[in-house]
């Protein structure tokens, strides 16, 4: 069989459902990609083949053959995005490995010369998924934008879209997407919980607040939504609510890393100094790459005048590669004190 009766030979394997069907059989939340248009689309390649070689075209029949090689491949790592990417982001931490973020690199490099015609609103709400996940918030929110033309009621379209502007600092717009995904869904914790974070970043700690206790009457298992309240009150000045915040989360995720650190520098404003370090310990137990907990044992010692066990606290961090303002400012004032004005000076 020559490359021209294997040529046809897949492409009327496609349309008749082969595989075509195997590669597209595949659910994202329910949704069932629209069929019918892909297999409409490949099929239009039959017909162009079948039109060229009547004509004794073989110029013409190569080029359409490669240009179906080339858009069902980019098409079959679509499919591999789809389902590689992540049905839920986070607007706190990312949900995935390096090794699957670097897989969705490849998949996304492959995939954006896949045929518009066969992407359905989930297709471009995936790939928004993989770009925010891989920190290219601007791609994240066109692809969201088209998914939400395609499916204007999405609700979760407009919550990713104002994650994405959020992490961009693009606090009003984010917002009013989380408004818009609220008129659409308007018992959803987690819309609130996120536009609580937006208001807070905004410097709007009241209204955070109200949109975390909303968020908390409706899902009081909601940790998350403790520990963002919980900051919203540190940053209040209400250090004792913020604690009692902190606990409830650690109630209900104890091994939480990032509430332990929270809660330290909770403990640190309040004077409570060993709460403060037993709390930074037992999050970098659970997280050593963290930088905050170093931060804030360095700083507490700094304090206490402790000033060479501050610079061995910032050494060790500095030492397993993090990268904090923090870190240098409190290394410096330690330098500082014990009259390494030139190292001071450096750090």
């Not at 294997?6 to 459902?17: H, R, T």
């Not at 004509?55 to 591999?80: L, M, Y």
């Not at 518009?116 to 925010?132: D, I, M, P, Q, W």
């Amino acid at each position: 069989m020559d490359w021209a009766t294997i040529s046809v030979s897949v492409v009327s394997a496609l349309v008749g459902g082969g595989l075509l069907s195997a590669f597209i059989s595949w659910r994202v939340s329910g949704h069932q990609m629209n069929r019918d248009k892909t297999q409409d689309y490949f099929a239009s390649f039959e017909k162009q083949i079948e039109s060229a070689e009547k004509r004794g075209d073989q110029s013409e029949t190569e080029r359409v053959r490669e240009d179906f090689e080339q858009q069902h491949e980019a098409w079959r790592a679509q499919q591999s995005l789809e389902l590689s990417a992540p049905r839920e982001i986070s607007s706190e931490q990312s949900v995935l490995s390096e090794g699957e973020l670097d897989k969705l690199r490849q998949l996304l490099s492959q995939a954006t010369s896949a045929p518009v015609a066969t992407l359905s609103a989930e297709s471009h709400f995936l790939r928004g998924n993989a770009y925010f996940e891989l920190g290219d918030y601007g791609d994240a929110i066109v692809e969201y934008s088209v998914a939400m033309k395609l499916a204007p009621t999405m609700s979760i379209a407009y919550n990713n879209r104002g994650a994405a502007y959020g992490q961009k600092r693009e606090f009003d717009r984010a917002i009013e997407d989380y408004d818009r995904a609220l008129e659409l869904k308007p018992d959803d914790s987690e819309v609130l919980n996120n536009r609580g974070i937006a208001y807070c970043r905004k410097g709007e700690l009241d209204r955070g607040i109200e949109d975390f206790d909303r968020a908390l009457e409706l899902n009081s298992g909601y940790a998350n939504a403790y520990n963002n309240r919980g900051v919203a009150y540190g940053q209040k000045g209400e250090l004792d609510r913020a604690i009692e915040d902190y606990d409830r989360a650690l109630e209900l995720k104890p091994d939480d890393s990032e509430v332990l650190n929270n809660r330290g520098n909770a403990y640190g404003q309040k004077g409570e100094l060993d709460r403060a370090i037993e709390d930074y310990d037992r999050a970098l137990g659970l997280k050593p790459e963290m930088p905050g907990p170093y931060v804030g044992k360095s700083d507490i010692f700094n304090k206490n005048q402790e000033f060479s066990k501050a610079i061995e606290v910032c050494d060790k961090a500095i030492g397993r590669g993090l990268i904090s303002e923090g870190l240098y400012v409190n290394l410096g004032i330690a330098q500082f004190f014990l009259g390494r004005e030139e190292l001071a000076q450096r750090d």
